[in-house]
C-alpha cells in the first residue's frame, strides 16, 4: 500500500510559486500601459493632450474657386495667429456658379465663416435688416439661427457672406481682411 498525502495539500505541485505569477501580472499590466502611452489611445489618460479643434488649410480652395469663377473670388490675407481654420470646401465649374467656404475659430473661441459664391443671391439678400460699415463699405446684416450674424455683400457679381456666432467686432475683422484675387 502506498501512503497517503496529508489532507489539504496537493500530491503534485506545479512549479509556480505565487511571485512568479505576480511578476506575470505585473509585465503584463507595464505591456499594456506602455501600449497606451505610446498610442493615440493615450488620450484616454491624458485628454488634455487632444487638440481643442482641427485646425485646415485653405488655399488649394481659394485656387480653385479662383480658377472657375467667372468673377474675382475673394479670400481672408492677414488675419492674426488667435484665428484657425477649420473648414474649407469649394464647388462649382462647368457653367455652375463657383461657391467657396472658410470656417474658422475665431481669436475669442467662436465660429466665423466666408461663404462666398459668383451666383445669383436670390432671396437670401431680400431680408435686409441694415447695413453695417466694414472698411468704409455697407454690408448687409441678416440674422443667423442660434444667436449667429451674417454680413453680406455683392462685389462685381460676387456675393460674399462672412457669418457665425463670433461678435461684429470679429465678424467685420474677417470681412475687413478679405482680398480679391
Known amino acids: ?10 500530491q503534485v505541485r506545479s512549479g509556480h510559486a ?20 505610446i498610442s493615440p489611445a ?5 485628454p488634455g493632450n487632444r487638440p481643442a479643434v482641427q485646425v485646415v488649410g485653405y488655399a488649394d480652395q481659394v485656387l480653385a474657386a479662383r480658377e ?7 479670400a481672408p490675407t492677414g488675419l492674426g495667429p488667435g484665428w484657425r481654420a477649420t473648414s ?5 465649374g462647368g457653367g455652375a456658379p463657383t461657391t467657396l467656404h472658410i ?3 475665431t481669436p475669442s473661441g467662436q465660429y466665423a465663416a466666408l461663404e ?11 431680408t ?11 454690408w448687409v446684416r441678416h440674422p443667423g439661427v442660434d444667436g449667429a450674424t451674417a454680413l453680406v455683400r455683392t462685389v462685381h457679381g460676387v456675393t460674399l457672406v462672412v457669418q457665425g456666432t463670433a461678435g461684429l467686432a470679429e465678424l467685420r475683422a474677417l470681412a475687413a481682411s478679405l482680398q480679391k484675387g
Open 1 to 10: 500500500m502506498s501512503e497517503s498525502a496529508p489532507v489539504g495539500t496537493a
Open 88 to 92: 474649407a470646401r469649394d464647388s462649382g
Open 18 to 37: 505565487p511571485a512568479d505569477m505576480v511578476r506575470a501580472l505585473f509585465l503584463v499590466a507595464a505591456f499594456a500601459v506602455a501600449t497606451l502611452l
Open 68 to 74: 472657375f469663377s467667372r468673377d474675382p473670388i475673394w
Open 116 to 126: 462666398e459664391t459668383d451666383g445669383p443671391a436670390g432671396p437670401f439678400l431680400a
Open 128 to 138: 435686409v435688416l441694415g447695413t453695417v460699415a466694414v472698411a468704409g463699405s455697407a
Open 42 to 46: 493615450r488620450t484616454l489618460l491624458f
Open 103 to 105: 470656417g474658422f475659430v
